[in-house]
């Protein structure tokens, strides 16, 4: 059995090291069912938690997640928050409508703007972590998986969800959330030369002409 200690991890500038701490004190490593603990407090509580206390929740739980505690099992709750806000059939909304805390809320009333701040403090505070496991089993699929742009994107469950096309929202708060978390990402893929990046650099002019690819284009 490991010794007990306070949970830490690398400090940003790379000298030293962060400990875990909250109002009440410091977060210990020897906490054998918070992974579990703190996914059914997401699964049972977001959903009535109001915009604030909705992003501090995933903000704590993005930074503990970020020391790699439980086996890295903690970023479950990014993947099914992720498919919550950029998978599942919900309405945009705006960033400038309230969010008050509801506890009669169900999830699919919750638009994108209510839980894209959410997803974002992931990717801000857990984005490297995320990165590492997805590089390990990204390309673990057929290729009848992968999705493609043109003919087969109208014939897809997205484009038959969004026949008429998408329409532009004007919505700068979530723009600006949804553009910072892009940069976040694209860098910690550019920062550990990623084999998601190695495949890209390595494709031919088909892939590098791709529109959709015009991001990571400019980045690198």
């Known amino acids: ?15 030293g090291i962060d400990i875990a701490r909250t109002p009440d004190g410091a977060v210990w490593n020897d906490l054998p069912f918070l992974d579990t603990d703190m996914t059914d407090f997401w699964v049972n509580d ?6 604030k206390q909705r992003l501090n929740a995933a903000s704590f739980l993005a930074k503990l997640a970020s ?3 439980a086996k890295d099992r903690l970023c479950q709750i990014a993947l099914l928050l992720f498919r919550d806000t950029f998978e599942a059939v919900r309405p945009l909304g705006s960033s400038n409508e309230p969010d008050d805390e509801d ?5 699919h009333v919750l638009t994108i703007a209510a839980l894209l701040p959410s997803a974002c403090a992931w990717i801000r505070e857990a984005g490297h972590n995320i990165i590492l496991l997805s590089d390990v089993s990204w390309n673990d699929c057929s290729s009848s998986t992968i999705g493609k742009g043109g003919f ?5 469950e997205l484009g038959q969800r969004v026949p008429g096309g998408f329409t532009k929202a004007d919505e700068m708060g979530l723009a600006e959330h949804a553009a910072k978390a892009i ?7 550019k920062e550990r030369n990623s084999q ?5 650099e390595s ?14 284009k400019k980045k690198w």
């Open 1 to 15: 059995m490991s010794p007990m200690k306070a949970l830490s991890k690398i400090a940003p500038s790379g000298c």
């Open 46 to 51: 977001c959903v009535a938690m109001g915009a």
């Open 67 to 69: 020391t790699r505690v």
């Open 103 to 107: 506890p009669r809320r169900t999830m």
């Open 152 to 156: 087969t994107f109208v014939k897809s």
């Open 183 to 189: 940069d976040i990402m694209l860098g910690n893929v």
């Open 196 to 200: 998601i990046l190695r495949v890209f």
């Open 203 to 216: 494709a031919g002019d088909a892939v590098h002409q791709d529109k959709d690819l015009l991001g990571p």
